[in-house]
């Protein structure tokens, strides 16, 4: 991650940022977790042209983000056109979604990221794996041989 600078300020934020589907409902399935992602993607280019999405990992329940937000934004407006758009594309896009009073839970997960982003990537890179219990964040030290 690399210092931006815009007029007054140079800054190097990055959120980690959790959010469900409300009642945890598993509605993220195949080719809509796709049609989300490109969602994501044009919201944010859209309406928000200096804020970068570096990682994002769609589960069946839940969304993983690492995202970078400039300092003259709020998180909370940020993920909130997010979730609030995503939600309306996604009811207009999927039949089975249209009944749906609302998509998300209200609330989210945010964490800033600091000297940790490298450990936080590979986190939301291997999400799946790791609920699993198939992946470690950390490598493992191999035993020294005499």
């Not at 300020?9 to 959790?18: D, I, K, P, S």
């Not at 009642?23 to 042209?49: A, D, M, N, S």
């Not at 400039?70 to 998180?75: E, G, H």
Request: charged letters at 25%; aromatic letters at 12%.
């Amino acid at each position: 991650m690399r210092i931006k600078v815009q007029a007054h300020v140079a800054y190097q934020t990055q959120y980690h940022v959790v959010w469900i589907p409300k009642y945890r409902h598993k509605i993220l399935v195949p080719g809509v977790k796709e049609y989300l992602e490109k969602v994501f993607y044009t919201v944010i280019e859209e309406r928000y042209p200096d804020v970068y999405i570096s990682e994002q990992n769609i589960q069946v329940d839940h969304v993983h983000m690492l995202i970078e937000i400039p300092p003259k934004y709020a998180i909370s407006a940020v993920i909130g056109v997010l979730k609030g758009t995503s939600s309306r594309l996604m009811r207009k896009q999927f039949a089975y979604l249209q009944t749906r009073r609302e998509m998300w839970s209200v609330g989210y997960f945010v964490s800033s990221v600091g000297a940790n982003e490298s450990v936080i990537r590979r986190y939301i890179q291997y999400q799946e794996k790791q609920d699993l219990g198939q992946a470690t964040l950390v490598e493992e030290k191999k035993p020294r041989t005499k």
